[in-house]
């Protein structure tokens, strides 16, 4: 993801250049949330795009255009990443994690997360449960040579390949 990817750039038609907001800016100009997924992933001169936004100022510079966009009141910014699975070349600097509150999940309760195998993956819940209580084994290893253990979406994943054999 580029800084271009999400305030905007101009594109070629057939009557010659015009100006495309990105969806950072859509969201900006419309109070509208935007989110971004993963977003230690992106570059960080992308990351800096979002700072003048996300803090007291609420403007996002479209250099351009050579315009300073005032967020609505109502535009939010969310964004996601899971910590701690990136190098540290790969972290969020802490002048981009300060302007975040951080909201930390947990793997559901194994009885939740049966239902959620059973019901993405159309098994039967012996085979669900089964396969969270491997799940849940795997998870408490993290530490002792396993780095992660079997996220949900991966069970799910197993589940549907159970039904293939």
């Given at each position: 993801m580029t800084a271009a990817d999400?305030?905007?750039r101009y594109l070629l038609n057939n009557d010659g250049t015009f100006w495309h907001d990105g969806p950072l800016t859509i969201a900006a100009?419309?109070?509208?949330i935007c989110y971004l997924d993963e977003v230690v992933e992106a570059r960080q001169d992308t990351t800096v795009v979002i700072h003048s936004i996300t803090d007291d100022r609420r403007v996002l510079p479209i250099e351009k255009k050579g315009e300073l966009l005032k967020a609505d009141d109502d535009f939010h910014l969310v964004v996601s990443y899971n910590p701690g699975y990136?190098?540290?070349v790969k972290d969020l600097k802490e002048s981009t994690k300060q302007r975040f509150c951080a909201l930390d999940f947990e793997y559901p309760a194994n009885e939740v997360e049966t239902n959620?195998?059973?019901s993405e993956a159309d098994v039967e819940l012996e085979i669900a449960s089964s396969l969270v209580k491997i799940a849940d084994k795997s998870r408490n290893l993290k530490g002792a040579g396993l780095n992660e253990g079997v996220?949900?979406?991966m069970l799910i994943h197993a589940a549907k390949l159970s039904k293939m054999v």
């Open positions: 999400l305030v905007g100009r419309n109070g509208a990136q190098s540290v959620i195998v059973c996220s949900t979406r």
